[in-house]
C-alpha cells in the first residue's frame, strides 16, 4: 500500500471539494414549527440578514414565504431592497433604519423602518407620517434603540406614528438563567405599557427557550430558522438547515516525530495516518480551530491537528479503522447545532459567525 494517496484534480473534483448544502425543507418546516409553538395571536418575523445568515437571501426568501411566512427582518436597507425585488407582498422590517435622506425610498418600496433615536422618529414623522414604523427600545444593549427616557420623553411623538411594533433586543438571552433576561423584560414591559395599543417584539431565537413571558407578540428568530440553535432546536423538533463539508484530498502516514503544518505545532506521538482536507481559513474554517476543532467523519470525530492553512486543514485519523476515510470521503465542519456549537465554543466565538464566515470557494447546493 502507497503511504500517500491522491484526489486526481479533474475539473469535477475540483469544483466539488467544500460545500455548504442547505435543506430548504428544514427551513419551511421550522418556520411552521416555531409559529405553531409562539401560537396564532403571536407572529414570527424570520430574520435574514446576512444574506440569511450565508445560506443565501433569494433560496431561504422563498421557502419561508412557502411555509406562510409574510414578516421578515434585515440590518441594512440594500439588503431590504434586494428582498423587495425577490418578495412584493411581505412586511420587511430593517433594523438599522432608514438612513438619513432615505425616507421616500422606503415609502415606495414598502419598506418598514425600525426607528433608532429621535432624530429618525423626527424624519420619519415629517416625510412619511401615517407609514407604519417599529420602534426600538434599548433595554441593556447600548447598540441601538431608544434610552428610556427618551422614549419617555418622546412619547407624544411616538404616539403620533403609525407604530406597528415596539422591538428590543436580550444581551444574554443564551444565558438562560442570567438575571439580566428578567431585568430587560420588565423595563420593555414598563416602557411598552405606556402605549399598550402597540404590539411588542422581544425575543430571538435563544429568547425563544426562556419561556412565552419573554416573548412579546412577536418573536425574531434567526438561527433557529436554520435548525442551529442547540437550546430550542430540540425541545421543538427543529431540524438542522445546514451541513458544511469537503472532501479529504490526501492521506498519507508520517512516522512517530514528524511534525505537520506550518510552525510544526503538532508533532506526531506514534505512527500517525493523516489526512488533507480541501478547506482552510479562506473557506470559512477558523484558524482558531488549529489543534483544538474537529470535524466529522461518517458522525465520527477526527481531531483537526497543526495550523488551519488558507485551504487546508489536516485531520488525524489515526484512530479509524484504516479502511474509513479515504482520498474523496467527505468530512463535515459541521451538521447540526451542536456540532456548530462546539465548533464555535472551541474556537472562541459564536456560532452565528461561523455561518457568515463561509467563503466564495464553497459550492452552495440547494436541496428540497
Ligand atoms: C440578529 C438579530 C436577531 C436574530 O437573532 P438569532 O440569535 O439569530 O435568533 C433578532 N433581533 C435582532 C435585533 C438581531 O440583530
Known amino acids: 500500500m502507497p503511504s500517500?494517496?491522491?484526489?486526481?484534480?479533474?475539473?469535477?473534483?475540483?469544483?466539488?471539494?467544500?460545500?455548504?448544502?442547505v435543506?430548504?425543507?428544514a427551513v419551511r418546516h421550522n418556520f411552521r414549527v416555531i409559529q405553531e409553538k409562539i401560537g396564532s395571536t403571536r407572529r414570527a418575523l424570520a430574520v435574514v440578514k446576512a444574506g440569511a445568515y450565508g445560506l443565501g437571501l433569494a433560496p431561504v426568501a422563498r421557502a419561508l414565504r412557502l411555509a406562510g411566512c409574510r414578516h421578515f427582518v434585515v440590518a441594512f436597507p440594500e439588503e431590504a431592497f434586494a428582498l423587495r425585488a425577490l418578495l412584493k407582498d411581505v412586511d420587511i422590517y430593517v433594523l438599522s433604519g432608514a438612513f438619513e435622506g432615505m425616507e421616500r425610498q422606503f415609502l415606495s418600496q414598502n419598506l418598514i423602518p425600525v426607528l433608532n433615536d429621535e432624530e429618525s422618529l423626527l424624519r420619519w414623522q415629517s416625510v412619511a407620517a401615517g407609514a407604519p414604523c417599529a420602534i426600538h427600545i434599548d433595554t441593556g444593549m447600548a447598540r441601538t434603540g431608544l434610552e428610556p427616557r427618551d422614549f419617555e420623553r418622546l412619547l407624544d411623538l411616538i404616539k403620533s406614528l403609525n407604530t406597528v411594533c415596539l422591538m428590543s433586543h436580550f444581551a444574554a438571552s443564551d444565558l438562560a438563567d442570567?438575571?439580566?433576561n428578567e431585568i430587560q423584560r420588565t423595563r420593555f414591559e414598563t416602557l411598552c405599557a405606556l402605549v399598550p395599543s402597540v404590539p411588542t417584539c422581544f425575543a430571538n431565537s435563544c429568547g425563544l427557550t426562556l419561556g412565552s413571558?419573554?416573548?412579546g407578540d412577536f418573536v425574531r428568530p434567526g438561527l433557529s430558522l436554520y435548525g442551529l440553535a442547540p437550546e430550542n432546536a430540540a425541545e421543538y423538533g427543529l431540524r438542522s438547515a445546514l451541513q458544511v463539508r469537503a472532501r479529504l484530498i490526501q492521506v498519507r502516514t508520517i512516522d512517530a516525530g514528524q511534525s505537520v503544518g506550518y510552525a510544526m505545532t503538532w508533532q506526531a506521538q506514534r505512527p500517525s495516518r493523516i489526512a488533507t482536507v480541501?478547506?482552510?481559513y479562506a473557506d470559512g474554517l477558523p484558524r482558531d480551530l488549529g489543534n483544538k476543532g474537529c470535524m466529522w467523519?461518517?458522525?465520527?470525530?477526527?481531531?483537526?491537528?497543526?495550523?488551519?492553512?488558507?485551504?487546508?486543514?489536516?485531520?488525524?485519523?489515526?484512530?479509524?479503522?484504516?479502511?474509513?476515510?479515504?482520498?474523496?470521503d467527505w468530512v463535515d465542519l459541521f451538521?447540526?447545532?451542536?456540532?456548530?456549537?462546539?465548533?464555535?465554543?472551541?474556537?472562541?466565538?459564536?456560532?452565528?459567525?461561523?455561518?457568515?464566515?463561509?467563503?466564495?470557494?464553497?459550492a452552495r447546493v440547494y436541496e428540497g
Open 4 to 21: 500517500t494517496e491522491c484526489l486526481p484534480m479533474t475539473q469535477e473534483s475540483l469544483e466539488t471539494t467544500c460545500e455548504v448544502r
Open 23 to 25: 435543506d430548504l425543507s
Open 178 to 180: 442570567h438575571p439580566f
Open 213 to 215: 413571558a419573554f416573548w
Open 278 to 280: 480541501a478547506m482552510g
Open 297 to 328: 467523519l461518517d458522525g465520527q470525530e477526527v481531531p483537526i491537528i497543526g495550523r488551519v492553512s488558507m485551504d487546508f486543514t489536516t485531520l488525524d485519523l489515526t484512530d479509524l479503522p484504516p479502511a474509513q476515510g479515504r482520498v474523496g
Open 335 to 362: 451538521y447540526d447545532g451542536v456540532t456548530l456549537s462546539r465548533q464555535a465554543q472551541a474556537a472562541g466565538t459564536a456560532p452565528h459567525t461561523f455561518l457568515v464566515g463561509l467563503g466564495p470557494r464553497c
